[in-house]
């Protein structure tokens, strides 16, 4: 059995957290890696908090990533 929505969501806000603190740890370059895997993931899921949450990330991913 592959993964589920659910599974994707889950893995899409632990990337959120890793890139995060990948910038706090001066570690932008790979921040933007998992922002952007994040990112993949949310536009596979098709309701708005997902779209809200990608929006959030792409955000990050043009400031707090760089």
């Known amino acids: 059995m592959g993964?589920?929505?659910a599974d994707d969501w889950q893995l899409a806000l632990t990337l959120e957290h890793l890139a995060a603190a990948l910038v706090d740890a001066g570690r932008p370059e790979e921040a933007r890696r998992?922002?952007?895997e994040a990112v993949a993931?949310?536009?596979r899921l098709?309701?708005?908090?997902?779209?809200?949450?990608r929006t959030?990330?792409?955000q990050s991913l043009r400031t707090e990533f760089r």
Do not use: E, M, V
Not at 46 to 53: I, Y
């Open 34 to 36: 998992w922002g952007r």
């Open 41 to 43: 993931l949310l536009a």
């Open 3 to 5: 993964p589920t929505l």
């Open 56 to 58: 959030r990330i792409a």
């Open 46 to 53: 098709p309701d708005a908090r997902a779209a809200s949450l």
